[in-house]
């Protein structure tokens, strides 16, 4: 039963683990992810292209005059936004996309794609949320400080996602995501390419022609 592919928007506190367990995803099922543009520096071992499309805050700029962008949205101080093209081609081939963003963009990208699926990814506490953050040691102190003084205005976006994914064992939340979209593909609005066949297959049952 082939349907079209599923758009899926992925976000959570910064240290939450989303870059992890997207990379996880990724390793184990063939999604695409898609790849941001931000104006924020690279960290040590990111490669332009590859976590982001890095760029100036004037190229940015451009990039949403020419509408370029599905969404854009400032966050602690630099853009981010999704390309739209890549996207659009490959919901089109049928392929599962993947938006790992932030609450803001999540809430248009549901404004303009309504069948959207949006998860919402949390750590189980929020010591272990400081502890990844601090952990992770990509981050001076003060900006450690303002991605978590930013976390509690983000759980109020929490209401209007479809699904909260904790994670724990990393596994456990791959598999948990992979299943949750799995089942999205069941859903009637992703099927009507498949209703219609079917549909039209009856209907020259009836017929006699079959
Ligand atoms: P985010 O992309 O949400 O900001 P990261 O993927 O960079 O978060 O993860 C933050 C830190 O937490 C990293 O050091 C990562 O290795 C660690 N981490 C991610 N998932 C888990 C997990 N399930 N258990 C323990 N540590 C984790
Ligand atoms: P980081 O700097 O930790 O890579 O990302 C900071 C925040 O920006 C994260 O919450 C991440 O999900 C979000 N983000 C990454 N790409 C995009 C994007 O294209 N659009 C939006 N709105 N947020 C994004």
Sequence with gaps: MKGTGVLTVISGFSGAG?????KELVQNYPYFLS??????KPRTGEVDGREYFFHTREEFEQMIEKQELIEWAEYVGNYYGTPKRAVE????????????IEMQGGLLVKEQFPDALLIFLTPPSVGELRK???????????????RLDHAEEEASYMKH????????VLDDAVK???????NEHSKVPYLKEWIASITEDLACMKEGKE
């Excluded at 790849?35 to 924020?40: L, V």
């Excluded at 996602?161 to 724990?168: A, C, L, Q, S, T």
């Excluded at 948990?176 to 799995?182: D, G, L, V």
């Design 132 to 146: 990844r953050l601090y952990g992770r040691g990509t981050e001076t102190k003060e900006e450690i400080q303002k």
């Design 89 to 100: 081609q490959q919901l089109a081939e049928g392929k599962d996309v993947i938006l790992e």
């Design 176 to 182: 948990q995501i992979h299943t949750i979209i799995s």
């Design 35 to 40: 790849i941001s543009a931000t104006t924020r």
């Design 18 to 22: 989303k870059g992890t367990v997207m």
């Design 161 to 168: 996602y479809d699904y909260i994914v904790v994670n724990d």
